[in-house]
């Protein structure tokens, strides 16, 4: 483990500042942007004989031939045999931004083929997660008898035996880990089955709408090898990168290898606004720059997920296919009343499964249930509860009926999907799946106490070892003057930042806190002066109440190193930069 960065061995958050890497004290502001931009990707784990592809991340320097992957050709194939034929095909999506993005790229690929396709997107409360067989055998009476699942499958079992007997062929694109046996598909595209090539698992981080788009690049070539574009025009895959793109970040996936190639490219394209339903959105969401990969997590994923949460689950995907600059208008106005309205009900969740949460002591595990509680909102709780407590929650709402729908997010070192799977297996659990950082699950509310015993036990260990080795990581240390537009800019040049490709964390001080405050609903706002003469804004988000936001309110004029991320903040009438602070320990 590297040294204690600043010599910090316990903020006022309570845990230990570490540089990023062994050699990492380095002073940033110091750096040349291409001496940083070197510094920062050896943080996150680039050889140095690696460093000019990852400087610029290709598709062409990152992208695995798609047949690596079982059965991608079977279903690639399946799937040109249908545009050559010209069979109605439908895709089958998750209700969340990855399923959506999935569908809708698979859905614009296939049209642009000339071949009729339809979607269907389960109701969250009416029919759950996933496949049913009813749905596949209700989708093959009215016309397909191909349907490809997207996000998606990998656990339905009967659903898909169901649709054989009536005659439906199933591919399914998938992400979510697998069992030992799989359920009988046509096909069965998922980088994360059990008996996959060592080649292929290396991408098993992969949102489900980066395998539908390495199906959409080995279906092109299928055709081109049978020379189905000898008289007619091959569409651009690389147009539909955007989608790739945002469904990859909202999914929380992995930005390293083929995923940060995907953003990157992705955001190209996204810049363009060539999508009219997310050229909609941008401006529904008002954002008039070019989007970053944060603008993906925090403002486009959140709205097109709220349809799937508490309104509509096909507005995000019609929101996606649309050509007409008029319904992609109105479904944008709408997602973003949804989302407005997600919020509400989401903060009510929140406060009962907070307090809830107080009757599992130091479990491991924090599962928490509540009769009443929106289903389409709790993964989301569940992630504020991760972040509260340090530790994996699961929420689980419980209907009238008894029957609990659960949602759990984990922390790093601690694979939540493997253990849901393996309690589902016992009997525990009704439905379950996932991967390692969030699953899902059904279950009778009588067995949620025993599920709760089950993971503490499972995970105990996975959970102690990760909260002994949390600290938090700093990428450099600067001077008060250093938190400039100047120093922004230069470090957007190693991304995009996200999951596994974290944002680079920086460390500032010694400054003196001039003014505090709480804005909004509990964000905590600083104004701070440094010893060079700098001052420059601060803000710790939903921390009014925890132990670092009423440190921080209560600290006028003692002195304070601070860490967090430093962004740009283009509001006024200059640039100026800001701190989203994350940390603090005393200087003095």
């Not at 570490?18 to 070197?38: H, K």
Request: aromatic share 4%; proline share 5%.
């Amino acid at each position: 483990m590297s040294e204690a960065a600043l010599g910090i061995t316990r903020s006022i958050a309570g845990q230990p500042w570490r540089w990023r890497r062994a050699s990492a004290d380095m002073v940033g502001e110091n750096l040349a942007p291409d001496d940083l931009v070197t510094q920062l990707l050896l943080a996150r784990g680039v050889a140095r004989d690696d460093l000019d592809r990852q400087r610029t991340p290709t598709l062409r320097g990152f992208m695995p031939d798609p047949s690596l992957f079982r059965d991608m050709d079977a279903a690639a194939a399946r799937l040109a045999d249908a545009v050559e034929r010209h069979e109605a095909v439908t895709i089958f999506g998750d209700y969340d931004v990855d399923g959506a993005t999935s569908a809708a790229l698979l859905v614009r690929l296939l049209r642009a083929l000339g071949l009729p396709v339809g979607v269907y997107i389960p109701d969250r409360l009416m029919e759950g997660y996933g496949p049913s067989g009813a749905a596949l055998v209700k989708i093959g009476e009215a016309g397909s008898k191909l349907v490809v699942t997207v996000d998606c499958g990998a656990q339905a079992f009967d659903a898909i035996a169901e649709a054989n007997a009536a005659g439906v062929e199933v591919i399914v694109v998938d992400h979510h880990q697998c069992a030992t046996a799989l359920p009988a598909a046509f096909a069965l595209v998922n980088p994360n089955r059990l008996d996959e090539a060592p080649e292929a698992a290396i991408h098993g981080n992969l949102a489900a709408v980066g395998v539908a788009f390495l199906l959409g690049a080995a279906l092109l070539r299928t055709l081109r090898a049978r020379s189905f574009f000898a008289d007619r025009d091959e569409p651009p895959l690389i147009d539909l990168l955007d989608l790739v793109a945002l469904g990859t970040v909202a999914d929380v996936a992995r930005l390293t290898g083929f995923n940060r190639a995907l953003v990157t490219q992705g955001l190209k394209v996204m810049a363009r606004r060539g999508n009219i339903g997310l050229a909609a959105l941008m401006d529904a969401a008002r954002l008039t720059r070019p989007p970053g990969a944060s603008d993906m997590g925090f403002a486009l994923g959140p709205r097109i997920n709220a349809g799937g949460r508490v309104g509509k689950s096909d507005l995000g995907v019609r929101l996606l296919t649309t050509d007409d600059p008029q319904e992609a208008a109105d479904i944008a106005q709408q997602l973003c009343r949804l989302n407005e309205e997600r919020r509400a009900i989401e903060a009510a969740v929140l406060d009962e499964a907070l307090a809830a949460s107080a009757a599992c002591g130091n479990a491991p595990v924090a599962v928490v249930a509540g009769e009443g509680w929106h289903p389409g909102v709790i993964g989301i709780v569940a992630g504020r509860l991760k972040e509260r407590l340090h530790r994996p929650a699961i929420v689980i709402a419980v209907d009238e009926e008894g029957v609990g729908k659960g949602s759990g997010r984990s922390i790093s070192g601690v694979d939540l999907g493997a253990a849901i799977l393996a309690a589902k297996e016992t009997g525990l659990l009704v439905a379950g799946g996932g991967h390692a950082m969030a699953a899902g699950l059904t279950i009778a509310a009588d067995r949620i106490d025993a599920l709760g015993t089950f993971l503490n036990d499972r995970l105990a260990a996975d959970v102690e070892r990760a909260s002994g080795e949390r600290s938090l990581l700093i990428d450099a240390v600067l001077a008060p003057r250093g938190i400039s537009p100047l120093w922004c800019d230069a470090i957007e040049s190693a991304g995009p930042y996200g999951a596994g490709w974290p944002a680079p964390r920086v460390a500032t001080g010694p400054v003196r806190i001039v003014e505090s405050g709480i804005v909004g609903a509990d964000h905590v706002r600083l104004i701070v002066a440094g010893d060079d003469g700098a001052r420059f804004k601060a803000v710790a988000f939903r921390s009014a109440e925890t132990v670092l936001g009423q440190t921080l309110l209560g600290a006028c004029g003692r002195k304070l190193w601070l860490a967090g991320r430093a962004k740009r903040d283009d509001w006024g009438s200059r640039p100026a930069a800001e701190l989203h602070l994350e940390d603090a320990a005393w200087a003095d």
